[in-house]
């Protein structure tokens, strides 16, 4: 929900842009292993480095584990160079192939943690899960013969994901609880390669309005965005909204055949440019399915990287409107290296421009502490602005034309052409109190664990869905009563003001465990206060 009063720390929000680099990522071919050794035979740094860790290996008081010694090497050495540059040992770089890839292997489920105990959220259609009997509402007791739930059970997703997680082919079997029962059922499930979407949801708001929800971009976003136009465009969409907020990158090849289907004919996209890689520019080809038609992009603070790209062809080529907040401000481009031993580097190779010349890089070279603090500066400023001074553009880099001659900033991101003040309530915080203290999911994993196929019975589609569920009234004290168990003290100026909202909330998770997540997405828009603003604004594609 777009409706939460906003507070940062400095370890959430890092963590945060460390999921996934930020990167702009283009694939580079594996180096020869010959340009190691090569390079290693030649390189002083490199002997040198050789020499230190003999006489640590000799002589150093306690044993080192040098996995780990290597890794915070590499990451300091380019820590150095600027912000995203990084090392990613064998464990990250495999998450970041399957990240990038779109897929992993697995059984196709999402999975929710409550106290003690694992919940199955939701069951991809189609999958291994759902081919094996298992619902949303599932209480998962063992992993083979290891135990995951049950009192004094430690709360660790990683390692319950670790262990349902394995190779295509091979098979898990879960012990599961469910109906309201005690007793654990035993089910063998076959794992499979599992796509893993990012266009999260494309659905029609009404009968002319489309809207396409993209979490990052990975090798699949292009083939996925364009089968969702297609679709929305078979529906009547006239009017498209784009949502990129909390977007942090990904592949830049995706974000360019992106905006390639929203841009006509020969609009430069983007271009890249580095001390070893001359300038290229990329064109927008013949045959986007949405190159015409009223095209709205909203962005916030996380937008990054690949979401600027796009972002600034639409903007710099006067093609829609962009609306929200400023975006992160990172012109970078990395190639992944491969390294001995399943490792590699992300290592920033160019820069991108948008097609009015400006590169939207904030500056890094105070090093990276100085260059993460200034963005939660920076933010903190931007939230407690005045509204009539939103989102000041950065003007130190200068001003640049669109091709309408419109004038835009770059050097510290993408200033939307509608700058969107943040929602500021102190009843927010009774809400949010709530959220944080999984007081829906803990009633709503309670009506799915003891009701699911009476639900599923009454609600065979979303449809039927949509029509007749409500949210009674012993339900939301259910949730609110969750609450008071947390220690929260029950406020009724937010419980009057935002009700209606927050029974929408309960009704949306619902939707999405029953039927998928463009379900939830379905539900809650229309409580999507920047959404609703989005659809108000019109904004000048020309100078004045």
């Known amino acids: 929900m777009t409706k939460k009063k906003t507070t940062y720390s400095l370890g959430i929000v890092l963590l945060a842009l460390c999921v996934g680099l930020l990167i702009g990522v283009i694939s580079a071919p594996k180096v020869d292993s010959g340009y190691w050794q090569k390079n290693a035979d030649e390189s002083m740094m490199s002997a040198r480095m050789n020499a230190l860790m003999k006489l640590v290996d000799d002589y150093y ?87 995951v739930s049950g009192v004094g059970m430690t709360k660790n997703p990683t390692d319950v994901i670790g262990h349902i997680r394995g190779p295509r082919h091979s098979s898990v079997t879960l012990g599961i609880q469910r109906d ?27 009968k002319t309005t489309g809207y396409i929800l993209v979490t990052r971009f990975a090798e699949t976003t292009a083939t996925e965005f364009h089968s969702a136009l297609l679709e929305l465009n078979q529906q009547g969409m006239k009017h498209l909204v784009l949502d990129l907020r909390g977007n942090g990158g990904g592949v830049l090849e995706a974000a360019i055949n992106m905006a390639d289907e929203l841009l006509p004919k020969n609009d430069l996209i983007v271009y890249t440019q580095g001390a070893h890689s001359s ?28 979401s600027e790209v796009v972002s600034g062809a639409i903007q710099d080529n006067d093609r829609g409107a962009i609306i929200g907040h400023r975006s992160f401000g990172k012109g970078l481009v990395q190639h992944q290296f491969e390294l001995p031993g399943e490792s590699a580097v992300m290592l920033t190779v160019a820069r991108y421009y948008s097609p009015s010349g400006r590169c939207i890089q904030r500056p890094y070279d105070k090093g990276s502490d100085e260059y993460y603090m200034e963005y939660l500066n920076r933010l903190l400023s931007d939230y407690n602005a005045a509204d009539s001074v939103l989102n000041a553009p950065d003007t130190s880099s200068g001003a640049f034309l669109t091709k309408h001659g419109r004038k835009v900033y770059g050097g510290g991101g993408i200033q939307p052409d509608v700058a969107l003040p943040y929602f500021r309530d102190n009843h927010l915080v009774y809400y949010n109190g709530l959220i944080n203290a999984q007081a829906f999911e803990r009633v709503l994993h309670n009506e799915l664990f003891d009701h699911y196929g009476e639900l599923m019975k009454r609600y065979p589609t979303f449809e039927s869905f949509e029509k007749g569920y409500r949210v009674d009234d012993a339900t939301f004290e259910a949730i609110l009563k969750q609450g008071d168990k947390k220690g929260l003290t029950r406020d009724a100026t937010t419980i009057s003001k935002y009700g209606a909202e927050m029974r929408n909330r309960y009704r949306a998770l619902m939707a999405m465990s029953l039927y998928g997540e463009a379900a939830y997405y379905k539900l809650s828009l229309p409580f999507d206060t920047e959404i609703q603003q989005a659809l108000k604004a019109r904004v000048k594609l020309t100078a004045d």
């Open 61 to 147: 008081v306690d044993k080192v584990d040098y996995d780990s010694v290597t890794n915070l090497m590499m990451n300091a050495m380019l820590s150095t160079l600027d912000p995203h540059s990084a090392y990613l040992d064998p464990s990250a770089f495999a998450q970041e192939a399957e990240m990038m890839q779109g897929q992993f292997e697995g059984v196709g489920v999402t999975l929710s943690y409550i106290d003690d105990t694992v919940h199955i959220a939701t069951v991809f259609a189609g999958g291994p899960a759902a081919h094996a009997g298992l619902q949303p509402g599932d209480r998962i007791i063992l992993v083979d013969t290891t135990k």
């Open 180 to 206: 309201g029962s005690n007793k654990i059922k035993k089910v063998k499930v076959r794992r499979d390669v599992i796509l893993h979407n990012s266009v999260a949801a494309a659905v029609m708001m009404d």
């Open 279 to 306: 300038r290229r520019n990329v064109y927008a080809t013949r045959g986007g399915l949405f190159e015409e038609g009223r095209l709205t992009v909203l962005i916030n603070e996380h937008s990054a990287s690949a």
